[in-house]
């Protein structure tokens, strides 16, 4: 084993994918990318689907938009 420090970041094709003559494999770079986009997405979804957080427009009437009055 070399004690190369770079090679952590080579990039290594998982898929290769010619198209043409463009390289649209995918890498390693590419499957990290794509889990982080996952657990972000994830993450999103679990902190906005209760819908406790938001109130609805519903759940006011509609005199508390026009009423200059904060007892709503």
Do not use: E, W
């Amino acid at each position: 084993m070399s004690n190369d420090p770079t090679h952590q970041f080579q990039i290594h094709n998982i898929v290769p994918i010619n198209v043409g003559g463009l390289d649209l494999s995918f890498t390693n770079a590419s499957l990290f990318m794509a889990v982080t986009v996952g657990i972000a997405a994830g993450f999103m979804y679990l902190a906005t689907s209760k819908r406790g957080l938001i109130p609805r427009a519903r759940s006011r009437s509609p005199s508390c938009f026009t009423n200059l009055s904060l007892q709503c």
